[in-house]
């Protein structure tokens, strides 16, 4: 399978200041790359989707302006929680896309606590 | 928009016993995929199989099978022979054919699998 990393692995913040994650392809191009999001002892949500070098679609419910993504390459994408306020302390996965439909990778996620 | 059910929140069997994981789903669609993901305590999400639903065959990998049922949009997993190792939850995921590859997954709620020794 393909080799997926996330940066950093888990992350402390004060509310009120932002933090980006990183997630990298690390051996394929990943033309889409899918947001999760997951609470304590919930399943996955979709957040958004992003393609490379175009803007990120995001679900319902989902702020925009509140969590940027940034896929400016084939192999990195960003997720930015800026604001960030206890509410948002989730699990955060993120997932390259191929254009293979039985396919689909994960990265071993972050974990965001916001004090 | 597509759902998927997961009716049992927690299961237990006996070490090598069979155990079942249900699941169902919601779908207008006719082309789509359907996956079983374990995640451990590490919470890296594994893929554990994958059926495609135009195939009419089951999916098997060694100790893991599904029974996929079209019509009644069912999708249930069972593990032969249960290990230590399998406990985690379980998750069944959807994924739709028609947004050529953009389509992200729709997860069911989870079934925390335990494995008694």
């Known amino acids: 399978g393909a080799v997926v990393s996330q940066h950093p692995s888990w992350v402390i913040c004060k509310s009120g200041t932002s933090v980006k994650i990183e997630c990298r392809s690390l051996?394929?191009?990943?033309?889409?790359m899918f947001w999760y999001r997951q609470f304590p002892k919930q399943s996955l949500m979709l957040m958004a989707t992003s393609n490379e070098g175009s803007k990120a679609t995001y679900e319902q419910g989902v702020e925009k302006d509140k969590f940027l993504i940034n896929h400016a390459s084939l192999t990195l994408s960003t997720l930015t929680v800026t604001s960030a306020h206890p509410e948002d302390s989730s699990f955060y996965i993120c997932?390259?896309?191929?254009?293979?439909?039985?396919?689909?990778?994960f990265g071993p996620g972050t974990r965001l606590t916001v004090l | 928009a597509q759902t998927v059910t997961q009716s049992q929140p927690e299961m237990s069997v006996q070490e090598a016993e069979t155990v079942t994981l249900s699941c169902t789903y919601d779908t207008s669609e006719s082309d789509y995929y359907l996956f079983w993901y374990k995640q451990p305590p590490s919470r890296q999400m594994i893929l554990v199989i994958r059926q495609e639903a135009y195939k009419q065959q089951n999916a098997t990998e060694n100790r893991f099978s599904v029974n996929f049922q079209k019509a009644a949009k069912s999708f249930s997993l069972k593990i032969s022979d249960s290990q230590l190792g399998d406990a985690a939850m379980y998750f069944c995921?959807?994924?739709?054919?028609?947004?050529?590859?953009?389509?992200?997954?729709?997860f069911g709620k989870g079934t925390h699998l335990i494995i008694q020794p």
């Open positions: 995921a959807y994924r739709s054919r028609s947004g050529g590859g953009a389509d992200g997954l729709t």
């Open positions: 051996d394929f191009q990943a033309t889409t």
């Open positions: 997932s390259p896309g191929t254009n293979s439909y039985n396919e689909q990778f």
